[in-house]
């Protein structure tokens, strides 16, 4: 299996602890800027963007978790990162969930926000990859986008919404939609009790594509695990509570 050279940013002192930040499919490496300057203080921040977004290569399809988890690994083993701890998002966060389960000493602890241990059957993400393929991101933004903000973060911060958006506008449909096809029929609930890595989960309390509840049950299922719930936020948390985000990955993963 080729592994895909990902688009990567190190950020922070260059000697420190790494955390490895992975963001949700459809969005870029930006997501992530309200976390840096907490991060950062103590930490060398590594960020990615997935197959098809900013600079990353747009290999042909199909793609599977493991083959994207794959390229994850492979830039850590580039880089000469043997332990890291990592933040996932999203979908996203189920590579990190594959590396826990098969590549355990890769890391050190980690942190999952607004995940799921299999792809809800509600979701209809068949559908959104057929849409993007006929008629490019712009056929399908509105309804990714839906759920990722609080009808209030969009009113009172317009410009984040709209930059989020935007930089969704600019992912490669045809990786967006492999991606979605990876994840259609994503089942981990097997992984689950195989993952030894300290584990705290994060689920938004207003999420509407994957609510608190498929939180509380991934980190049921993990032996050394932590949940938590954050207030006032939909999917994207990380940017809409970044100050309660921030807190608890503080806490948990750059203590």
């Known amino acids: 299996m080729a592994l895909i ?99 355990p000493r890769s890391l050190d602890r980690l942190a999952l926000l607004a995940s799921a241990s299999r792809t809800p059957p509600m979701h209809h993400w068949a559908r959104v990859a057929d849409r993007a393929r006929e008629g490019g991101m712009e056929a399908v933004v509105e309804e990714v986008t839906l759920p990722w903000f609080t009808p209030g973060f969009t009113t009172d911060a317009p410009e984040v919404a709209a930059l989020l958006t935007d930089e969704l506008r600019g992912v490669d449909p045809v990786a967006y939609a492999s991606l979605c096809d990876a994840i259609v029929h994503m089942d981990q609930r097997d992984l689950v009790s195989g993952v030894r890595v300290p584990t705290m989960v994060l689920s938004a309390a207003h ?49």
Do not use: C, K
């Open 207 to 255: 999420d509407p594509l994957l609510p608190p509840g498929h939180g509380r049950r991934l980190a049921d299922g993990i032996a050394d695990s932590r949940f938590e719930v954050v207030s006032g936020a939909a999917h994207l948390l990380g940017v809409e509570r970044a100050d309660r985000v921030n807190e608890l990955l503080r806490e948990y993963v750059a203590s």
């Open 5 to 103: 050279p990902l688009q990567y940013r190190l950020d922070g002192p260059a000697h420190a602890p790494v955390v490895l930040l992975v963001p949700p499919f459809g969005t870029t490496m930006s997501v992530w800027e309200p976390q840096l300057p907490e991060l950062t203080r103590d930490r060398r921040v590594l960020r990615v963007n997935h197959r098809g977004h900013g600079l990353s290569p747009t290999p042909e399809g199909p793609y599977s978790v493991e083959g994207l988890a794959l390229d994850v690994l492979g830039l850590l083993g580039e880089l000469g990162f043997g332990r890291v701890a990592a933040v996932g998002a999203g979908f996203g966060s189920s590579l990190l969930l594959w590396i826990a389960a098969n590549s």
